[in-house]
């Protein structure tokens, strides 16, 4: 069976190859690509999506209803050779980024930075205003990646990461205020920080600042007040089946406490059980 469906995928294979040779016999890449298909920027050039369709053509009269649709991504025609040198000789010329993107028409000052680091020109050392690393940090702080705040400033993200690095900046995840109100309830119900970690997976560390932000205090040394239905729903998942640690997990209460409110249930029943 195996080999019977290797041989199938085998026989695809030759056949696509042979209609993809056919192809390129009569039409040529604009792009000059000498393994079209096989490189990263094959993904996003238009001529291999173009390839790829007159390709299926040859296999198909109706491609669309043989081959299954696929999302093509977002294409752009790749950057012609002549370009790139341009692009690189201005960079090693000195000239600014904006005036190579504006002579050469590459958008991306990524590409240019990529482009001279392959031909192994030095980075450029690029003295920025106070101002302008003050609102990149202010960008990373509210939340922005590092290459969306290149996009909107310019400045390379690895010249943010540097300032955050040295400004020792650290950005906690981000909670909802529907979750901090969920993670006070259960802390006022007498559940420990832990507990409502497991729970929830937000930090204890950070639930205790929330608590002593909100002035929610509990005495220390007593031990937590719960309420009748979280001690009813740990007897009712007892009575399912489960172990005084899943019950812990679940509910944030301790296992001696549940194992406490057990005893107690079952001493309870017994007593029902033989009162006269």
Request: glycine residues 6%; proline residues 7%.
């Amino acid at each position: 069976m195996i080999k019977f469906a290797i041989d199938i995928f085998g026989d695809a294979a030759d056949r696509f190859e042979a209609a993809q040779a056919a192809v390129l016999q009569e039409w040529q890449l604009s792009c000059g690509c000498e393994a079209p298909g096989l490189r990263p920027e094959c993904r996003t050039c238009l001529d291999c999506q173009q390839l790829k369709v007159l390709t299926q053509m040859k296999l198909s009269a109706i491609p669309e209803a043989v081959f299954p649709a696929t999302a093509s991504p977002k294409c752009t025609y790749p950057h012609p050779p002549a370009i790139r040198e341009e692009a690189l000789a201005l960079y090693a010329q000195g000239c600014p980024l904006s005036e190579i993107q504006a002579k050469t028409g590459v958008g991306d000052r990524r590409t240019l930075r990529r482009w001279a680091k392959a031909a192994g020109l030095p980075p450029r050392l690029v003295i920025y205003p106070a101002a302008m690393r003050a609102h990149c940090l202010h960008l990373y702080q509210s939340g922005k990646r590092t290459s969306k705040i290149e996009a909107l400033t310019g400045v390379p993200a690895d010249t943010i990461k540097s300032w955050v690095h040295d400004a020792g900046l650290v950005r906690h995840p981000f909670y909802s205020a529907e979750t901090k109100r969920h993670c006070l309830a259960l802390y006022q119900q007498g559940k420990t920080p832990n507990a409502i970690e497991g729970l929830t997976q937000v930090p204890a560390s950070r639930i205790r600042q929330w608590a002593a932000s909100a002035q929610i205090s509990r005495s220390a040394g007593r031990p937590p007040q719960y309420l009748v239905s979280v001690r009813d729903q740990c007897l009712l998942l007892r009575q399912e089946g489960k172990d005084y640690r899943e019950i812990a997990v679940l509910t944030g209460v301790s296992e001696s406490t549940v194992r406490k409110w057990v005893k107690q249930a079952l001493f309870t029943k017994h007593s029902d059980e033989v009162a006269p």
